[in-house]
């Protein structure tokens, strides 16, 4: 039997009800649909991120959450020989993946959890480190990781809740009082909304920037409304965040869409327009799991010989593949298995396809707000856009061929777009003749602009 992670264990409810919790979200305002106009993928290329979960500065979160999970009755990993495991995740071992990943052109969410299972504050202190390896840790991921990697708290400690009058841990020990269980049950938008704050105001107080949260465990999984309104509350308040967005789910495999879902869209063409947007996790943790314990499986993601695993049944069906892991099993205690493992997973991808595009979680939850809610109107040669969010690199296919070199038009300005003979040179400010249709690739703008063929 397949060993499951915490993840996996709240989402085999988390996605049973993901369907049922789709209905009960609101997706609040839409434009009307035209014909003859389509929203591409950006750049016509696939999405792929890679979701980080259980990462922070310095903290081996596991060495210090599975004595916590096991005080309330988690025996399973009570009996895990946690004492063994190393007490940090070297700052050298950021370096080694950032740098890589810069190298390679990798993108997705780095979580880094405020309170990392209680052993100290980041904005605050951090016992067993001093400040000065504190702050050059929390440097490092500044410089390093967040030009490529969304930062997300993964709520405030990952384990034990928090009184936010004390700023301490409720005294009782149960599933009920941990984060990644059942504190969030029937919880308003208020009490979540002022949780969620609590922890990004600490990533703030140390300069890291957050567009969006990641659920520890099941956090969130029985009250999916109130969850939602208040991430897009919280990050709207603490740091302005445009286009909020959360990552809860994971849909490893069937045939569910694992597009993202974008809920509660309000006042598009209003002076404040606001959406959120639930991001989807396509595979569970396959490179060796958040304990470090499992044997990595490449083969689940893509085969050796290229032909089946589940990113690539998401990418031959045309949606976003955003792969899911854990911190800690990519450090895998020193071993880097889960490193490893990432590494064969990318050099395969890119021997079978040609046509993804590596992007930041933000980066496809703004796509998605801008694809779902952009208002499109078709005018003969004309396609007339009013968008809510600016989008880079919006991508439209219209049902016409071009007479001239498309041209769009916003405001005073206007811009001929370059031709393109290959949809792999798709990029910002060019288009592409295909057969009777034209495909064109711009940055979007807020508000109206034109595309004239």
């Known amino acids: 039997m397949e060993k499951k992670t915490r993840r996996q ?17 609101s997706a609040g305002e839409r434009p009307p649909q035209v014909s003859g106009v389509e929203v591409l993928h950006p750049r016509a290329r696939t999405p792929v991120s890679l979701i980080i979960d259980d990462s922070t500065c310095l903290v081996n979160l596991n060495r210090f959450a599975f004595p916590q999970f096991a005080s309330v009755g988690r025996d399973e990993w009570g009996r895990v020989d946690w004492r063994s495991m190393p007490h940090e995740i070297p700052d050298d071992f950021v370096r080694k993946f950032g740098e890589w990943a810069a190298e390679n052109g990798i993108k997705g969410k780095y979580s880094i959890v405020p309170y990392p299972a209680l052993v100290g504050r980041l904005d605050r202190e951090l016992p067993g480190w001093t400040p000065q390896e504190v702050k050059a840790s929390i440097d490092l991921v500044r410089k390093l990781m967040v030009p490529n990697w969304d930062i ?3 709520m405030v400690t990952h384990t034990r809740a928090i009184d936010l009058k004390t700023g301490q841990p409720y005294p009782a020990r149960s599933v009920y009082f941990m984060e990644n269980w059942r504190w969030s049950d029937e919880k308003s938008v208020d009490e979540l909304a002022a949780y969620i704050s609590y922890a990004l105001r600490i990533l703030r107080n140390i300069d890291l920037p957050c567009e969006g949260v990641t659920s520890p465990g099941g956090f969130g999984a029985r009250v999916r409304p109130e969850y939602a309104r208040a991430t897009l509350e919280a990050c709207r308040d603490v740091f302005s965040a445009e286009v909020p967005h959360y990552f809860q789910d994971v849909i490893s495999s069937g045939d569910t869409s694992v597009a993202p879902r974008v809920y509660y869209a309000s006042d598009l063409e209003g002076p404040d327009p606001k ?6 996790g396509c595979t569970n943790d396959w490179t060796g799991g958040w304990d470090a314990a499992g044997t990595p499986e490449p083969d689940r993601f893509i085969t050796q010989d290229l032909s089946r695993g ?11 593949a955003l792969l899911v892991c854990h911190w800690t099993g990519i450090y895998y205690n020193g071993r880097e298995l889960g490193f490893q493992t990432f590494k064969e997973v990318v050099r395969r991808l890119r021997e079978k396809y040609d046509n993804l595009i590596w992007m930041k979680i933000s980066e496809v939850a703004r796509y998605w707000a801008a694809r779902e809610l952009t208002r ?8 007339k856009l009013q968008a809510p969010f600016p989008c880079p690199s919006f991508t439209l296919r219209v049902a016409a061929p071009a007479a001239k070199s498309p041209v769009v038009v916003r405001g005073r300005d206007s811009t001929a777009l370059r031709e393109v003979r290959d949809p792999r040179r798709l990029e910002p400010g060019t288009w592409l003749r295909h057969g009777n249709a034209t495909t064109v690739c711009f940055d979007l703008g807020k508000g109206a602009s034109e595309v004239q063929l």
Request: glycine share 4%.
């Open 275 to 280: 959406c959120v947007v639930s991001i989807i």
């Open 310 to 320: 589940r990113a690539v049944e998401v990418i031959e069906r045309g949606e976003p």
């Open 9 to 25: 264990f709240m989402s085999v409810a988390a996605a049973a009800a993901a369907a049922r919790a789709a209905t009960a979200q």
């Open 376 to 383: 499109i109107e078709r005018q003969g040669t004309k396609v």
């Open 152 to 154: 997300h708290p993964e």
